[in-house]
């Protein structure tokens, strides 16, 4: 059982690793959208690749969703409204007439005409309530002609048959004029003013039933194709009439596979994304393994993955429309401004390759994002540069813009079809682009990584740990900021990060501030206080500046990018001066790993460069007046030294790069010692 468990703990790196591939298959799977694969790729404006292609079933050609929409535009203009008549409310306002009629007419004054006058306001009332009287100052929406319920009864009328109270005076004024009962148009104006109630009301629920019941009556088909007709032949244009059919065909290809196959297809598509990430671990430990080897930046790249593929499906979901508006090339500037431009493509090719499955029209997409995030990798240089974010995000719009100009032409073999839309969602992404910068400082707190941003913040010499070297160990802090100038330069020549090489080499030496005169460049007097003690205790004090460095560092919450600078600036090298003074005093037996730093050696370019340019610059202190070609052969001498104890193997910098950071150092020591061109005599 021990044995069991020791070998779980040896093997918890692949164990992570694999839990992590099947927990964002899983994820993915659950969100994907499914549907068979319709196996022939087509596009509009384009030949027919495959041979003469007949049905293999019957299915209807659907409509476009330009032609469903102006369909529901059709039946929702000739939808009429429902309103409903109230028989209470009437009944009511009869009864009050029946009420307040004498309290407006003094029965006692009229005598005889007191029945033919009340009469006379039941047939107006009967008039002005055939129908029903509308709410004051009703407005009315959409279709004039209307249906109006009657208890159990539809009747269509039209809207202006109702009766409008504001139109009381003027109605009782027409009845009344040039009539016996003229006279008492005040008093029944008064009357019908205190008795008019509205009885019609817009019955929305009603309405809404009546437009949900049309809206589902819409036919989704404009025709019909049966099995065996002949729908498109080999090296034949799919104009835009074939387009529609092939669609429809692969929308019920696509839902006959669902019913079908639906395991076979969930067991496709769990093999695809298993697939793509094992290539992504795959590329990372062939290329990166450092990062293979942290869970911690290993789950940040599969986080980003699957934030960027679940908002694309919820959009896809919502309303295909606006997929272009997702600002996908978010994910290869992070992966960039957190590791490198190559690991940042090749993650945005793969989750574009994800999408390909759930996204319409899956060629366009693939080819605008491809491109988009090529532009993106190539164009954003110094990301904390505001003005540098600002020009990319303008370019990738613009890349955007381009190629749907591009394949609009080719579909719909006219510009002057163009939709501007689409165009108005990539300005979007393309604002939605600009918050890279709060959300890589949010990853930057989540995940303890660093990016340029926080680089820049480093540099500020000022800040409490380099102002802390200067005061204590001031030939320490001139050294760190030679090599910071030099090592930069070189990085800059062969295409490294200058901004991590430059804050790499300010705090390499920051183990020094532990026993800062026991080191030769912050030494001011003749005597060194390593005369007093042994080869081997000095050594160790020497050796233990790079330990004190790490121990001050992390101390400090400065980035491990940055520790692995100060654990690799000396690598595996030999402490030479006091390995020498041990052999004068003790020729045998000396045990030469106490004279060697303990490593680890450089690992990338930017660590590589850095003990090139420190070792230079410190060995460069002990040259007197050199000539042009001593120069030259002294800084060949330190770096193929470097090269012989094989401490640039585990670096990706090749021969070539070397050479170029040798006349890179060569140039700026030539400033330093202000050697002038040598004449010949």
Known sequence: MKSFWKYIVSKQGLFYKSILIL???????????????????????????????????DFSILKTSEELNKDKDEVLKGLKPYLRSNINLRDNVFKNYDQEFYNFFNKEDLKFQADSLYNFGVQQLNEIYELGVLPPNYIHKGNESIFLIQKQTEISININQLFRPEAIFDFLRKKLMN?????????????????????????????????????????????????????????????????KILDSLRSEFISKQVEQNSFWIIFGYSILIVLTFTLLLLFLYSYRFEIYENNRKLTFIFFNILIVIM????????????VFAVPICILPL????????????????LTILLLGFIVPNSFEFVFLQITAGIITIQSVEQLYRRANLF???????????????????????????????????FMLNGLLMLFVQPLIYIYERIFGLVSDV?????????????????????????????VANLAEAAANEIGANTLLVRVGALYHDIGKLKSPSYFSENQTASVSPHDELSPLKSAKIIIDHVIEGIMIAEKYKIP?????????????????????????????????????????????????ILMMADSVEAASKSLKAPSHNDLKLFIDKIIDGKMSEKQFNLSDITFSEIE??????????????????????
């Open 391 to 425: 020009i990319s995000v303008g370019q990738i719009v613009l890349v955007y813009i381009i190629g749907y100009f591009a394949f609009t032409s080719i579909q719909e073999g006219s510009i002057l079809k163009l939709n501007f839309t689409p165009v108005g969602l």
């Open 560 to 608: 491990d990018r940055i520790i692995d600078f100060i654990r690799t600036h000396h690598g595996t090298s030999l402490v030479y001066y006091f390995y020498k003074k041990q052999q004068e005093l003790t020729p045998k037996n000396i045990d030469i790993d106490k004279f060697k730093y303990s490593g680890p050696k450089p690992f990338s370019k930017e660590t590589a």
């Open 311 to 322: 908002a694309v499906t919820a959009i896809t979901n919502y309303n295909t429309d606006y």
């Open 454 to 482: 926080s680089l820049l913040e480093l540099t500020d010499t000022n800040s409490i740990l380099l102002k802390e070297l200067s005061d204590k160990a001031p030939g320490t802090f001139n050294h760190s900021l030679q």
């Open 179 to 243: 009539s016996v009962y003229e006279e008492y148009e005040d008093t029944f104006n008064d009357l019908f003013f205190e008795i008019i109630a509205p009885n019609i009301t817009l019955d929305n629920e009603f309405f809404e039933k009546q437009k949900q019941q049309s809206l589902q009556n819409i036919s989704r088909s404009k025709g019909f194709i049966a099995y065996g007709d002949f729908i498109v032949a080999e090296g034949e244009l799919v104009d835009d009439k074939t387009y």
């Open 23 to 57: 927990t964002s298959s899983f994820l993915i799977l659950y969100i994907f959208p499914f549907g068979g694969q319709f196996k022939y790729e087509f596009q509009k404006g384009r030949a027919w690749q495959y041979p003469d292609f007949y049905s293999p079933f």
């Open 660 to 681: 170029t950071v040798k006349k890179v150092l060569y140039k700026k020591l030539i400033n330093v010692y202000q050697l002038r061109i040598e004449y010949p005599e």
């Open 334 to 349: 992070i992966i960039k401004a957190f590791f490198d431009a190559r690991l940042g493509l090749f993650t945005h090719v």
